[in-house]
């Protein structure tokens, strides 16, 4: 009886497809607007980005994989912004403490790029679950790449992807 009822409330308890039933962002598809404050406080939306080839990763700066993106999307930026590349980075800290954090770690990775905090309403959108998730839009929005986590070949899969539509 206890275990039926453990595994009733388990069951109940998973988020099966719900999660799925708010998200908007799929590939070959337009991405999802948004408009977000930035760390000092000013509202950013990705319309604001429109004609550039635009990388988006939902981060925090509890998340161990985050730290190994961060410099690649670093460099990433660097390297490319010339040609009309932009970073965004919306983080999912939230909470005491988060501001502080955030800034360290904004600072730490040299992250020169729009740094923006995430409403729940825009992660949700993108279906970012799972963190980091990284988002490769073209110069119309189209969303063409999506990398979860820090996978072997992050930068190279990232950098072939933002070449290709640069």
Known sequence: MILSLVTLLFTL????????AFVNAEIGKPAPNFALKNLEGRQVSLSDFKGKVVVI?????????????????????????????????????????AEENVRKFVEIHNQKYPI??????????????????????DRDHIIRQEIIGYIKGYGEKLEEAVRKYL
């Open 57 to 97: 990763e939902f981060w925090a700066t509890w998340c161990h994989a985050c730290k190994e993106t961060a410099p690649v999307l670093v460099s990433l930026y660097e390297k490319y912004k010339e040609q009309g590349l932009v970073v965004i980075g919306i983080t999912l800290d939230t909470g005491y403490g």
């Open 13 to 20: 308890s998973c988020k099966k497809g719900s999660e799925k």
């Open 116 to 137: 923006l905090w995430d409403d729940k309403i825009t992660s949700k959108a993108y279906g970012a679950i799972k963190i980091p998730v990284t988002y490769v839009l």
